[in-house]
């Protein structure tokens, strides 16, 4: 059995089209075929259900496609270590999964990364916590940030990296700009833009207002910073926000951040990882790099300007 070949159903699998399969693998289509027949009478089972195209895969082939995908990885993860070895750290690509509120984190880890893998490139995708625990059982990242103690992940290893606020953004000319602290009474009287990833980050400021005896009826709600950001800047709406986006809002001049009480809340945010032994060298990279990249401490000290 040839890797290329397992590569090549694994891709077939994925797009259920020949045509587009043989394209992502540059090859023809008769290539495509012949290889996975080949795959086929090696294993001696069938994988694909045919007709005049690809129709599904076989339980057989449902099972050859996990393991598929974790051979693959794991082959590449060999290529990258010993390319590594040669040429003095990690070689490849690191793809991370990132939840959207935890974006302004996630520089902190590439930077350590990148200082000890300065050949290595870094990949970083915006995903929602289920779609980062789907990719790590799927071998399509290396790993994940995402909340730990909120609707926990299973069957990863998990990292702390820093414990999250939420804070409350508004227009320096608004009158609640004033304030040092908001309540979460004052901000759920306000028109609100809010982040949402998986609709996890809502049900946690609902829950958080739900424990005041509040309600939040948010006018706005946005997956992406750059939503927030331009719904802010209009000065219509108002916001409420994971405390570490003052690293960014802060910058914005006419933006002010402010922290929230009544009550107070944090969660913990963290590296996820799959929960396999051996560990591919990125993942045991990446986990070296989030025990000492010290986020929480760098957090402190910027927000102490």
């Known amino acids: 059995m040839l890797v290329r070949h397992l590569k090549f159903f694994v891709t077939l699998a994925e797009q ?9 693998c540059c090859v023809t289509q008769p290539t495509l075929s012949q290889a996975i027949r080949k795959l086929e009478e090696d294993l001696n089972m069938a994988l694909i ?11 057989e082939g449902e099972k050859v496609l996990h393991w598929g995908r974790q051979i693959l990885s794991d082959y590449e993860s060999l290529r990258d270590d010993l390319n590594g070895k040669s040429k003095g750290g990690l070689t490849g690509t690191l793809r991370l999964g990132v939840i959207p509120a935890a974006m302004p984190s996630v520089a902190f880890l590439s930077q350590k990364f990148e200082e000890r893998n300065p050949l290595a490139h870094i990949e ?12 790590l059982e799927h071998f399509e990242i290396d790993g994940g940030i995402t909340y730990l103690d909120n609707e926990p992940l299973e069957h990863v290893r998990r990292f702390p990296l820093y414990h999250e606020g939420f804070a409350f953004a508004c227009k320096k000319d608004h009158p609640l700009a004033s304030h040092k602290t908001i309540t979460w009474t004052q901000a759920v009287k306000e028109p609100l833009c809010l982040l949402s990833d998986d609709m996890q980050n809502r049900r946690i400021l609902n829950g958080i207002a739900s424990s005041a005896g509040l309600e939040l009826k948010p006018e706005i709600i946005s997956d992406s910073f750059l939503g927030i950001a331009s719904h802010l800047r209009l000065g219509r709406w108002c916001a409420i926000v994971p405390h570490t986006f003052g690293l960014i809002l802060g910058d914005m001049g006419d933006i002010v951040v402010r922290d929230m009480i009544n009550p107070s809340h944090q969660q913990t945010v963290g590296l996820v990882l799959t929960d396999r032994t051996p560990q591919s060298p990125m993942a045991i990279a990446l986990q070296s790099c989030a025990q000492h990249a010290d986020i929480q401490q760098k957090f402190a000290t910027l927000f102490a300007h």
């Open 124 to 135: 970083v995708r915006a995903m929602s916590s289920r779609m980062i625990e789907k990719s």
């Open 49 to 59: 259900v045919r007709g005049h195209r690809f129709v599904s895969l076989t339980p």
């Open 16 to 24: 259920q089209h020949f045509g587009h399969a043989a394209e992502l």
